[in-house]
């Protein structure tokens, strides 16, 4: 055993332990860091390195002059590994029942007893907010992992009639949420036939207490009902059988991503929510159980939490726009979906907007409801919050997190519904963490998918209430005079919640619109992000064979890396397109970064948009545009439109403002951004 006395020593172990990546030393630098400059933080960072060096025969880390990683992994055993581990291995994953057989009770079990505390508990770095909000991530992603595991044992230790370790781990569920009805429930069922009636009684009382000093609302009915049954010492009723679908779990990179299959329908319907969700949780509101229903009644419904949030592994950083698009991809895979319509609400719109304009041949239609291409503010786009007005409203969700906070703009019609308000309060507990979410909605509040909704071919349909509070109408109106041929249906109505007011009116252009599809051919165009790039040489002008041969070489090798696909090259610029931007500066990066080490000089232009590539050849206006970017890029320079930069927002790149490039249309000016 190593004892680590030094607390930023300690922590850049934990962190690089735990992410099982490999970091560049200016990122450490920066989270541990954050109040030095970059000089300072990187003589700080050595510092530290040689302090662990000393503590181990054997290295902890290793890495090359920019970068860090776990030197022995395979030598470091994680109680937080050996924890994921068992859960992984006995929570049902895709194509398995919700039973829990010997094995997987016994893994279940084990993951239980690993936890005995939370992650790194009394351990914080107050002047590093960015690693305490990585290490809150940690810490509520592996606490929503024990309320599954220990829910699943409370209820495979009653079916077998083993009263005591069922009541112990439906105390530790109820423990990690005392607002959680379901959890009492189970609590006070399980004491009930036990025998303990006191014991029951009182959990019920102590429920009730909680529900009105927290939120001033009573039991629900179901609550009081067994209360009622037990205190007149009638047989404590059944838990009732789950009216959800199984959770399924598929990978997703390093992610695991939580989804449902209901129905079974002629096409495939993906439902993409906003920015909180839960899989469980949503089946516990009667209207938006019944508004799923009644899509499930006419398509297969594929139901997702998105990375971070719900059920699915929460993570570090918020997703980025193509994470979640790799996600959607991951969960239709593995629910054998070749072609599905996508619904995005809200905060899931840009996503499946982007997707059906890069992935035509996976998406059979598109459906948005209450969202918009960008949510804040600019000269061009002038509805919108500006981006202090959503600082604003951040800062009271946040602080009212766990509460029923700001019901008053997602639900008006409803907000003074009591069990609405408990329903929603609960959602925010279980789904997330007000640092969680602060962070996802920072990024979002810069997302920008505008230029790519004239990409989209699919058919569509854009669904707006007129009076939505959260996502105002204008910013439908404008996703529907920007997407080729969309059906525009505006609706009366305040509450942007779909499944409140008259959903009647949502669902019934959504039905007309689904039975009217058409199996469709992929169309010809597609949207992709072409990476333009060139040897320049050492010298101005210096393009002779000897430098444009390895130079290819290199190219071809970093787009196959990063999932690209080399097109003919054309004089001296290769050419290479890809599903995803930040996979395209990545690729660019290492090709700058492989060039450097080969004495060679190169330089580099990305863009974002329609294409057509057809006998390994490409054509069509982005092309033409990426080779307008390479040409104001100096030797050694990656240079992105504004159109790129608004797809990779929450992706880490540093970008700096360059000139700006006239619009191929005329219609104005983009701003070019060099990548550092």
């Not at 025998?195 to 927290?214: S, T």
């Not at 992709?528 to 393009?543: M, N, S, Y």
């Not at 580099?604 to 033409?624: D, N």
Request: aromatic content about 8%; overall charge negative; proline content about 6%.
């Amino acid at each position: 055993m190593i004892e680590i006395g030094l607390r930023k020593a300690w922590a850049l172990v934990v962190f690089l332990a735990v992410s099982k990546q490999r970091h560049s030393r200016e990122a450490l630098a920066t989270l541990l860091w954050p109040g030095s400059d970059q000089k300072t933080g990187r003589a700080s960072l050595r510092r530290t390195l040689h302090q662990l060096g000393q503590l181990t025969a054997r290295p902890l880390l290793a890495g090359e002059p920019d970068t860090l990683r776990l030197a022995t992994p395979a030598d470091i055993w994680l109680d937080v590994d050996a924890f994921q581990a068992h859960v992984a291995a006995g929570l049902p994953r895709a194509g398995q029942d919700g039973a829990l057989d010997a094995e997987r009770l016994e893994h279940l079990s084990q993951a239980a007893a690993l936890y005995s505390d939370d992650f790194l508990s009394g351990f914080s770095l107050p002047d590093c907010p960015a690693f305490d909000e990585w290490q809150f991530f940690q810490v509520e992603s592996l606490r929503q992992s024990l309320g599954q595991v220990s829910q699943r044992l409370a209820q495979a230790y009653a079916a077998r009639g083993e009263a005591e370790p069922a009541i112990a781990h439906a105390r530790r569920w109820v423990s990690l949420d005392p607002l959680h009805e379901p959890a009492q429930r189970q609590l006070i069922r399980l004491y009930a036939q036990a025998g303990q009636k006191a014991a029951a009684l009182r959990q019920y009382q102590e429920c009730r207490r909680l529900l009105e000093a927290e939120l001033a609302v009573p039991p629900q009915p179901e609550t009081t009902e067994l209360y009622d049954a037990i205190r007149s010492s009638r047989a404590a009723p059944a838990a009732a059988a789950p009216l959800e679908p199984a959770v399924r779990y598929v990978q997703s990179g390093e992610v695991h991503i939580a989804y449902q299959v209901v129905g079974a329908g002629p096409v495939d319907l993906v439902f993409v929510g906003g920015f909180v969700s839960h899989l469980e949780q949503l089946w516990d509101e009667p209207g938006m159980a019944a508004f799923f229903r009644h899509l499930a009644n006419g398509a297969r419904l594929i139901l997702m939490d998105k990375r971070g949030v719900g059920l699915s592994d929460r993570v570090g950083s918020p997703p980025t726009l193509e994470q979640t698009i790799d996600d959607i991809l991951a969960v239709m895979e593995a629910a054998r979906s070749e072609r599905a319509v996508l619904m995005g609400v809200s905060e899931g719109g840009p996503a499946c907007a982007l997707l059906a304009a890069m992935y035509p041949e996976r998406v059979l239609a598109l459906i948005l409801y209450g969202t918009a291409a960008k949510f804040t503010r600019s000269a061009d786009y002038p509805w919108a919050l500006t981006p202090d007005q959503w600082n604003v409203w951040l800062d009271r969700l946040v602080k009212g997190w766990g509460g029923p906070v700001d019901i008053e703009f997602f639900a008006p019609t409803q907000a003074a519904d009591a069990r609405l308000r408990q329903r929603w309060a609960h959602l925010l507990r279980s789904a997330s963490s007000p640092g969680g979410i602060k962070a996802v909605l920072e990024v979002e509040r810069d997302m920008d998918v505008r230029q790519v909704l004239g990409g989209i071919r699919v058919p569509t349909l854009v669904v707006h209430r007129s009076g939505d509070r959260m996502m105002r109408v204008q910013g439908g109106r404008y996703l529907a005079e920007h997407i080729p041929g969309a059906q525009y249906v505006e609706l009366p109505g305040d509450d942007h919640w779909w499944f409140v007011g008259d959903s009647a009116s949502i669902l019934r252009p959504i039905d007309a619109f689904l039975q009217a599809l058409e199996r469709q051919a992929p169309p010809e165009l597609v949207l992709a992000t072409i990476l333009a790039t060139e040897c320049v040489g050492l010298e101005p002008g210096a393009r002779d064979l000897a430098h444009i041969e390895p130079y290819r070489a290199l190219v071809r090798r970093a787009a196959t890396r990063f999932r690209g696909q080399v097109t003919k090259s054309d004089g001296p610029v290769e050419w290479a397109t890809f599903d995803g931007p930040s996979r395209a500066i990545r690729c660019a990066a290492a090709i700058r970064e492989a060039a450097g080490k080969m004495g060679l000089a190169g330089r580099t232009g990305l863009h974002t948009g329609e294409c057509q590539l057809a006998g390994g050849t490409l054509s069509g206006a982005a092309p033409l545009i990426a080779r307008r970017v390479l040409e104001q890029a100096a030797a050694g320079e990656i240079v992105i439109t504004e159109v790129v930069r608004g797809l990779v927002v929450g992706s880490g790149f540093l970008l700096v403002e360059r000139d700006k490039l006239a619009a191929p249309d005329n219609s104005g000016a983009w701003q070019l951004f060099a990548v550092s």
